[in-house]
């Protein structure tokens, strides 16, 4: 089982719409998880972190935590087409630094 | 700059050759994170430094890969005898133990 498994897409939304990503990681001793965004022929950046079961607003995106499930999502409201890239989905465990990403979804938002 | 810096943004190599790839953190960030990416796939982690020391070596796919820190800032991945696997984009990111990694433009690698 990998550590950190997401649906590699690519998932295609249109201009305005809600667009869903899923996260599940296997290590329940995880707190810290994150949002990665990276545009084709770039690096990673950081877009959200969450570490409380629940949901974290920030502008356009939410990030819900659900650590019994072993699940992370991410909610990208009011869809832009600059939105298009792959979300990574990367988790630290409490108890050492190591950083685990998953294998990212492409996302594809349609004028 | 204030961000993280890595060189070569880009090398091509012989296979069997050895290869170095810098990164140069954050200043004050006193972790830095080694990761490969090839096309289509999510960062593999590699090595984790907290310091000088390396505090996780786990992903290092085997003794040809090694990476150094020696004073705490700038750190160097070191590739032995290259095979054609290799070929990637080796990243660095620095933190300041968060987890919320910056991520350097990546080195990107190609073995002949």
Redesign the interface.
């Known amino acids: 089982q990998k550590e950190?498994e997401?649906n590699s897409g690519p998932l295609s939304v249109p201009e305005g719409a809600i667009a869903s990503l899923n996260c599940t990681y296997s290590d329940r001793g995880s707190q810290?998880f994150?949002w990665?965004r990276q545009y084709s022929g770039?690096?990673?950046?950081?877009i959200m972190?969450i570490y409380s079961n629940g949901d974290k607003e920030d502008g356009r995106f939410t990030a819900q935590l659900n650590k019994a499930s072993q699940y992370v999502s991410l909610l990208i409201r009011d869809s832009q087409p600059s939105d298009s890239a792959t979300y990574?989905c990367?988790v630290?465990a409490a108890s050492?630094?190591?950083?685990?990403?998953?294998?990212?979804t492409s996302l594809s938002v349609i004028p | 700059g204030a961000g993280v810096s890595q060189t070569p943004s880009n090398k091509v190599t012989e296979k069997g050759k050895y290869v170095e790839l810098r990164c140069d953190p954050i200043s004050g960030h006193t972790?830095l994170?080694w990761?490969r990416q090839s096309l289509g796939?999510?960062?593999?982690?590699l090595i984790?430094f907290?310091g000088t020391g390396a505090?996780?070596d786990?992903?290092l796919p085997n003794d040809r890969f090694f990476a150094v820190r020696p004073e705490g800032s700038v750190s160097t991945l070191k590739i032995q005898r290259t095979e054609r696997g290799d070929s990637a984009v080796y990243?660095c990111a620095s933190s300041v133990?968060?987890?919320?990694?910056?991520?350097?433009?990546?080195s990107r690698l190609t073995v002949l």
């Open positions: 950190v997401q810290s994150f990665y770039k690096s990673p950046e950081l972190f990574l990367a630290k050492y630094d190591k950083v685990i990403f998953g294998p990212g | 972790a994170y990761y796939q999510g960062p593999e982690f984790y907290q505090a996780d786990s992903g990243l133990n968060t987890g919320e990694l910056f991520f350097g433009e990546g």
